[in-house]
């Protein structure tokens, strides 16, 4: 068996049973020390002045859009640019928010938010960008940023597939290119709890200020209540977990690094395409996921399942085409249309075995159309 990814393998590897004794002793269930650790030690491996640790990536992209109405940089009806290949969480916390999405077209290459787009997706109403860095490999920031410089817009990074990725310096890393970053650590995230949990970095003190107020039930001291806030706080368990675990991060994703190029040697099927990743930037991707391309994808899927490889398709609907978004359903993206019509998600993790990658390569090299 070849699992798309073994957490409790993952997990085993962390010795978190006396921490928890002491965290049951402690009693400081909300909001105590870990936290307050955790939110430093992920700001500083970030290179961003704040973290916010809050209930998950959903949350944390949420309350970004809701502080910055608060503090008066967005309105009512204001467009956001998105891609629309990406996971739901991105666009909710737009439209939850009374926004409009702006959807936007990947590049097939890298399935990133395609740069070069954005001039044609403007609007007067649009301000703010959302760079989704999916699968673990960062948007094309210098000319989000220089445009976002340029017609005085918001850049909200949605890193929740890229924590650690970085472009030229590791003190700068996913989440710190923008305004503000929007993490999540869902358990199969490359930093990922023992549940629901998730995070934002951001260099102004002012948003820290109101996300901080904003996520606790709108207050700053205890029953009283100066925001219309809501309960999006971190677990502080889940805090003590992901201080454990965030030392490993760096040696997790330059594991994950070694398999995708494993794969990407090893797999030499001629109808199957492997993903882009930027060779002069290696520390860019952190590979999340390993996505490749094929048009006979669905008879794919099915031969890999009876060779007992675990693969997904992420995601197998455009958020434009979702039943939720009815009203956007018309719209016409085909390049985002026809990519999900052909990608595949294969294993890769930080505790699948050299062997395993290899012999996954195997299977896919000895598919027959
Ligand atoms: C996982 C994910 C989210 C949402 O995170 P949750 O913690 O599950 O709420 C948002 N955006 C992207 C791109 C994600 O992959």
Same mark, same amino acid.
């Given at each position: 068996?070849?699992?798309?990814?073994?957490?409790?393998?993952?997990?085993?590897?962390?010795?978190?049973?006396?921490?928890?004794?002491?965290?049951?002793? !402690?009693?400081?269930?909300?909001?105590?020390?870990? !936290?307050?650790?955790?939110?430093?030690?992920?700001?500083?491996?970030?290179?961003? $002045?704040?973290?916010?640790?809050?209930?998950?990536? !959903?949350?944390?992209?949420?309350?970004?859009?809701? /502080?910055?109405?608060?503090?008066? $940089?967005?309105?009512?009806?204001?467009?956001?640019?998105?891609?629309?290949?990406?996971?739901?969480?991105?666009?909710?916390?737009?439209?939850?928010?009374?926004?409009?999405? *702006?959807?936007?077209?990947?590049?097939?290459?890298?399935?990133?938010?395609?740069?070069?787009?954005?001039?044609?997706?403007?609007?007067?109403?649009?301000?703010? *960008?959302?760079?989704?860095?999916?699968?673990?490999?960062?948007?094309?920031?210098?000319?989000?940023?220089?445009?976002?410089?340029?017609?005085?817009?918001?850049?909200?990074?949605?890193? /929740?597939?890229?924590?650690?990725?970085?472009?030229?310096?590791?003190?700068?890393?996913?989440?710190?290119?923008?305004?503000?970053?929007?993490?999540?650590?869902?358990?199969?995230?490359? &930093?990922?709890?023992?549940?629901?949990?998730?995070?934002?970095?951001?260099?102004?003190?002012?948003?820290?200020?109101?996300?901080?107020?904003?996520?606790?039930?709108?207050?700053?001291? =205890?029953?009283?209540?100066?925001?219309?806030?809501?309960?999006?706080?971190?677990?502080?368990?889940?805090?003590?977990?992901?201080?454990?675990?965030?030392?490993?991060?760096?040696?997790?994703?330059?594991?994950?690094?070694?398999?995708? $190029?494993?794969?990407?040697?090893? *797999?030499?099927?001629?109808?199957?395409?492997?993903?882009?990743?930027?060779?002069?930037?290696?520390?860019?991707?952190?590979?999340? &996921?390993?996505?490749?391309?094929? =048009?006979?994808?669905?008879?794919?899927?099915?031969?890999?399942?009876?060779?007992?490889?675990?693969?997904?398709?992420?995601?197998?609907?455009?958020?434009? $085409?979702?039943?939720?978004?009815?009203?956007?359903?018309?719209?016409?993206?085909?390049?985002?249309?026809?990519?999900?019509?052909?990608?595949? !998600?294969?294993?890769?993790?930080?505790?699948?075995?050299?062997?395993?990658?290899?012999?996954?390569?195997?299977?896919?090299?000895?598919?027959?159309?």
């Amino acid at each position: 068996m070849f699992p798309f990814i073994d957490l409790a393998k993952i997990n085993a590897r962390f010795d978190l049973h006396s921490s928890f004794e002491a965290f049951v002793q !402690s009693a400081q269930y909300i909001q105590g020390e870990e !936290s307050t650790h955790f939110e430093r030690e992920f700001a500083t491996y970030c290179g961003s $002045k704040h973290c916010i640790g809050v209930s998950s990536g !959903s949350s944390a992209l949420y309350l970004i859009l809701k /502080a910055y109405k608060h503090l008066g $940089k967005l309105h009512d009806n204001d467009a956001v640019i998105v891609p629309t290949n990406t996971y739901i969480a991105s666009v909710f916390a737009i439209t939850q928010n009374n926004l409009t999405p *702006i959807f936007a077209e990947p590049n097939v290459q890298d399935f990133l938010l395609d740069s070069s787009k954005l001039e044609s997706l403007l609007t007067p109403r649009v301000r703010a *960008i959302m760079p989704v860095h999916l699968y673990g490999q960062l948007c094309d920031m210098d000319t989000i940023n220089a445009f976002a410089k340029a017609h005085n817009l918001l850049v909200i990074e949605d890193s /929740a597939q890229a924590h650690g990725a970085y472009l030229r310096d590791s003190h700068t890393r996913a989440g710190a290119y923008g305004d503000a970053g929007a993490f999540s650590f869902y358990p199969a995230k490359n &930093l990922g709890a023992l549940g629901d949990g998730g995070a934002i970095t951001t260099n102004d003190d002012e948003l820290a200020t109101t996300l901080r107020c904003l996520a606790n039930a709108g207050s700053t001291s =205890k029953y009283t209540h100066t925001l219309d806030g809501i309960n999006a706080r971190l677990d502080s368990l889940q805090a003590l977990v992901l201080r454990a675990k965030l030392p490993l991060l760096d040696s997790d994703n330059a594991y994950r690094r070694e398999i995708a $190029k494993t794969y990407a040697s090893a *797999i030499t099927h001629s109808d199957i395409i492997l993903p882009h990743f930027r060779i002069s930037s290696p520390h860019s991707h952190v590979w999340h &996921l390993f996505v490749i391309r094929t =048009k006979a994808r669905e008879r794919l899927q099915a031969y890999l399942a009876r060779n007992d490889v675990q693969s997904i398709i992420h995601y197998p609907i455009p958020v434009h $085409k979702q039943q939720v978004y009815a009203r956007y359903n018309h719209l016409e993206l085909p390049i985002a249309q026809n990519l999900q019509s052909e990608i595949l !998600s294969i294993p890769i993790s930080q505790v699948q075995t050299p062997e395993d990658t290899q012999k996954i390569a195997e299977i896919l090299n000895a598919f027959v159309l």
